[in-house]
T-cell receptor
């Protein structure tokens, strides 16, 4: 079975500061990894995804994530956040060949002025 | 492209009433997912359709819940009878590929259901 653990439920940060949202996963088979963002009162939208190849993945809005197989992690980073980045962020995985995306519990990023 | 369309956006009903949530997936997408989101349980997959056929409904919590997809452009999620613990935000999502690395799901804005 696969699982996703987001280590922080809330992350407050000041505007223009760097941020890292942590995600660990568990799987005995190959998986694809995703980060989705949910703005208030909206559905989720894809930020970035790791399929294979380079372990550093760049996404929209200046976010990037690094796949670390030995540590089974897929942490999301941004060097300088904006107020508009305030949202909930979900780490997710999909078993290779599967259809069921498994979502983490979410991390609420709150950017303060 | 209008994206995934859900209606209604908000629904308030009384315990015991029937509730029907509607979803129109993105044109051309052949996979459709219904999710429920609550503070306590996070995002849960309820049911998944591929080419209008239910593939996995193991996430449907009880027999009170049912979902249909009569054609490629419309799906419903029905709760009958509704209970207060069904209060949640229900999301519909669609995808152009059933599984695989390009299985990016496009989510609708959700229906916020409150059962009194």
């Amino acid at each position: 079975a696969q699982s996703v653990t987001q280590l922080d439920s809330q992350v407050p940060v000041f505007e223009e500061a760097p941020v890292e949202l942590r995600c660990n996963y568990s799987s005995s088979v190959s998986v694809y990894l995703f980060w989705y963002v949910q703005y208030p009162n909206q559905g989720l939208q894809l930020l970035l995804k790791y399929l294979s190849g380079s372990t550093l993945v760049k996404g929209i809005n200046g976010f990037e994530a690094e796949f670390n197989k030995s540590q089974t992690s897929f942490h999301l980073r941004k060097p300088s956040v904006h107020i508009s980045d305030t949202a909930e962020y979900f780490c997710a995985l999909l078993r290779a060949g599967g259809f069921k995306t498994i979502f983490g519990a979410g991390t609420r990023l709150f950017v303060k002025a | 492209d209008a994206g995934v369309i859900q209606s209604p956006r908000h629904e308030v009903t009384e315990m015991g009433q029937e509730v029907t949530l509607r979803c129109k997936p993105i044109s051309g997408h052949n996979s459709l997912f219904w999710y429920r989101q609550t503070m306590m349980r996070g995002l849960e997959l309820l049911i998944y359709f591929n080419n209008n056929v239910p593939i996995d409904d193991s996430g449907m919590p009880e027999d009170r819940f049912s979902a249909k997809m009569p054609n490629a452009s419309f799906s419903t999620l029905k709760i009958q009878p509704s209970e207060p613990r069904d209060s949640a935000v229900y999301f519909c999502a669609s995808s152009s590929v059933a599984g695989g690395p390009n299985n990016e799901q496009f989510f609708g804005p959700g229906t916020r259901l409150t059962v009194l």
